[in-house]
T-cell receptor, first 114, second 112 residues
């Protein structure tokens, strides 16, 4: 069965640079979630989209922005990168909006900021 | 403040033993709770999702229970195997939105 696809899997950037992470949800899933997991920490919810509209917002820094496109894939744009942004970024998708629906996670993008 | 706590942080058991992982949460008005497994450096694999109206869910050797009134969930793993070694995370959603709040996880090692 198709799973959530994230690209790239690994990304190395320097401080103050910009990064774009991509997420392709499971086919027919209309909701996408982004999470950030720092080293040794639990995942923290950043933002979610349902039918291309932002549905919920968590601890996403102002330097980050995200959107969901007409084909339901999503991109997380990160500007003015800081060392503390180094983390594993997960995307999840679900069929339907809201936590009533089971979230399926992608393998993550490991971002390293040097 | 809504928080999710998992104790213990790490657990080692011999192969074949039954074990219980604990998850506790503040504010009993949860929407649902999901248990995940995470292998080192890897993504999250969903194990079980329990809706607020449910008391338990079962999948193979796994059984998750939910007691909203006491703010607790347990994940029971029967006949543990070395392949069960991973970090187990519970995540809770409250009525306020889509987001899940994760616990810090329990790192399980099953010794052959």
């Amino acid at each position: 069965a198709a799973g959530v696809i994230q690209s790239p899997r690994h990304l190395i950037k320097e401080k103050r640079e910009t990064a774009t992470l991509k997420c392709y949800p499971i086919p027919r899933h209309d909701t996408v979630y982004w999470y950030q997991q720092g080293p040794g920490q639990d995942p923290q919810f950043l933002i979610s989209f349902y039918e291309k509209m932002q549905s919920d917002k968590g601890s996403i820094p102002d330097r980050f922005s995200a959107q969901q496109f007409s084909d339901y894939h999503s991109e997380l744009n990160m500007s003015s990168l800081e060392l503390g942004d180094s983390a594993l970024y997960f995307c999840a998708s679900s069929l339907g909006s809201g936590s009533f629906y089971e979230q399926y996670f992608g393998p993550g993008t490991r971002l390293t900021v040097t | 403040k809504q928080e999710v706590t998992q104790i213990p942080a790490a657990l080692s058991v011999p192969e074949g033993e039954n074990l219980v992982l604990n998850c506790s949460f503040t504010d009993s008005a949860i929407y649902n709770l999901q248990w995940f497994r995470q292998d080192p450096g890897k993504g999250l694999t969903s194990l079980l999702l329990i809706q607020s109206s449910q008391r338990e869910q079962t999948s193979g050797r796994l059984n998750a229970s939910l007691d909203k009134s006491s703010g607790r969930s347990t994940l029971y793993i029967a006949a543990s195997q070395p392949g069960d070694s991973a970090t187990y995370l519970c995540a809770v959603s409250w009525n306020t939105g889509n987001q899940f709040y994760f616990g810090t996880g329990t790192s399980l090692t099953v010794i052959p």
